[in-house]
């Protein structure tokens, strides 16, 4: 027990260790160049080799664990229209409540600076993503459940760290919300994959913007939303079933 709690806070360390370089880096070759786009396509290549050095290494395992092979593209859409779902209820219940979740100000126009052009969708929408799910699903939340934690602990956990990456505020309370989510899915399926799609997916949406429509569309979209993703996590409670789970294995 006391080699594997080592083993997963070494890979962690080295995984947030490499996580900050590849930003760091590419903040100083942007400045020198003076170039952002510069600055954005390093951190995408940072990003790519880190998750290639994880993956190829089998720090992580880029498999879909318990999912059989027939049952790859259910999980897959039902991963998609997870994502679609979620944000419609996220977007609509704040727009009801009058609950800011965009970041302010300067804190604003830098984020959309960063995620504009195709250097920033693939950081915002697809590297940023799959690094996040490495190190929050894969390392943390796989790591506490190799070591026998229980498994709504573990998860929490998880939720709770990736979260604190995120701000406080609305935001910290939705990311919570967003890791519960998608680690209670890691540990039914045992696979990475359907995290890494609805993290995709859900980074892919936060343009969406709902303001400005009338209450009654925004309660439909609310309770549209609701009634998808309430079948959607029925539907992967059924399939993997706590029954049948098995201790998951990286």
């Known amino acids: 027990m006391n080699e594997e709690i080592g083993k997963t806070v070494k890979l962690i360390l080295v995984w947030l260790l490499l996580y900050i370089a590849a930003t760091f880096i590419a903040a100083v070759i942007g400045g020198v160049v003076k170039s952002y786009e510069i600055t954005k396509w390093t951190i995408v290549l940072g990003y790519m080799l880190v998750a290639i050095l994880f993956f190829g290494k089998h720090y992580v395992e880029l498999s879909f664990g318990r999912i059989e092979r027939r049952m790859v593209w259910p999980v897959v859409g039902m991963s998609v229209l997870i994502a679609v779902s979620q944000a419609f209820v996220l977007f609509s219940a704040s727009s009801l409540l009058d609950v800011e979740l965009q970041y302010q100000g300067e804190e604003l126009e830098r984020r959309q600076q960063l995620f504009s052009g195709i250097a920033g969708a693939l950081y915002c929408c697809v590297m940023g993503p799959i690094i996040e799910e490495i190190g929050f699903r894969g390392l943390i939340l796989g790591g506490l459940l190799k070591m026998r934690c229980r498994p709504w602990i573990a998860i929490l956990i998880s939720a709770l760290v990736f979260a604190l990456l995120h701000g406080f505020g609305a935001i910290f309370v939705t990311a919570v919300l967003f890791g519960i989510l998608v680690g209670w899915l890691y540990w039914r399926t045992g696979s990475i994959i359907p995290g890494i799609i609805i993290h995709i997916v859900n980074n892919s949406l936060t343009a969406i913007d709902l303001i400005g429509q009338s209450h009654v569309i925004l309660w439909l979209i609310l309770v549209v939303g609701l009634l998808l993703l309430a079948y ?14 098995k201790t998951i294995r990286q």
């Open 232 to 245: 959607c996590l029925w539907w992967f409670g059924k399939k993997f079933s706590y029954k049948n789970l």
